[in-house]
T-cell receptor, first 114, second 112 residues
Framework: GAGVSQSPRYKVAKRGQDVALRCDPISGHVSLFWYQQALGQGPEFLTYFQNEAQLDKSGLPSDRFFAERPEGSVSTLKIQRTQQEDSAVYLC???FGQGGGGYTFGSGTRLTVV | QKEVEQNSGPLSVPEGAIASLNCTYSDRGSQSFFWYRQYSGKSPELIMSIYSNGDKEDGRFTAQLNKASQYVSLLIRDSQPSDSATYLCAVALNTGGFKTIFGAGTRLFVKA
């Protein structure tokens, strides 16, 4: 596609509910990143995929967070048993090359846990 | 100490002035540095990247890097009201991994 596509754009979840956030990166982009951005803060790194391999998941805040990219294109970030502190904007980014740096971000998913 | 530090602002400048945004980082081995612009309610947009000491110019934007001082800056010449946004400094860590760490951002207001 022309850009990084994320869905849903907004998600309201009741505390304890499981959610799944989808990211469709730019076609051909090898690298895919998930970031979490709280209000008034910069994006915080969650995890990185190179094709289908998850090479860095050190930023995932707890074992309730899980990400996958099974075919090296679309990625899903799953949050189990959501808590209020999970409320944030979840940003997906992709890049053609390997490693960190100059990304194209999607529009994000704003998750609100009530 | 945060890995990437920025003054949160807000920084207010009059239209036509030069806006100067600053960033310091802690990982001395970092090699790649980026500036992103984020409008309210939107996602970050890459505007500049810099990898070598010195200045890099792109239109009205100049990025400056001083690795010895672990300092990165962004100058915006002839500031316009449309430049009003949060500017995020980002540093790709030299840890063998793939993390890029973002600062909390500096809010810039350009007054017409």
């Amino acid at each position: 596609g022309a850009g990084v596509s994320q869905s849903p754009r907004y998600k309201v979840a009741k505390r304890g509910q499981d959610v799944a956030l989808r990211c469709d990166p730019i076609s051909g982009h090898v690298s895919l990143f998930w970031y979490q951005q709280a209000l008034g803060q910069g994006p915080e790194f969650l995890t990185y995929f190179q094709n289908e391999a998850q090479l860095d998941k050190s930023g995932l805040p707890s074992d309730r967070f899980f990400a996958e990219r099974p075919e090296g294109s679309v990625s899903t970030l799953k949050i189990q048993r959501t808590q209020q502190e999970d409320s944030a904007v979840y940003l997906c980014a992709s890049s053609f090359g390997q490693g960190g740096g100059g990304y194209t971000f999607g529009s994000g998913t704003r998750l609100t846990v009530v | 100490q945060k890995e990437v530090e920025q003054n949160s602002g807000p920084l207010s400048v009059p239209e036509g002035a030069i806006a100067s945004l600053n960033c310091t980082y802690s990982d001395r081995g970092s090699q790649s540095f980026f500036w992103y612009r984020q409008y309210s309610g939107k996602s970050p947009e890459l505007i500049m990247s810099i990898y070598s000491n010195g200045d890099k110019e792109d239109g009205r934007f100049t990025a400056q890097l001083n690795k010895a001082s672990q300092y990165v800056s962004l100058l915006i010449r002839d500031s316009q009201p449309s430049d009003s946004a949060t500017y995020l400094c980002a540093v790709a860590l030299n840890t063998g991994g793939f993390k890029t760490i973002f600062g909390a951002g500096t809010r810039l207001f350009v007054k017409a």
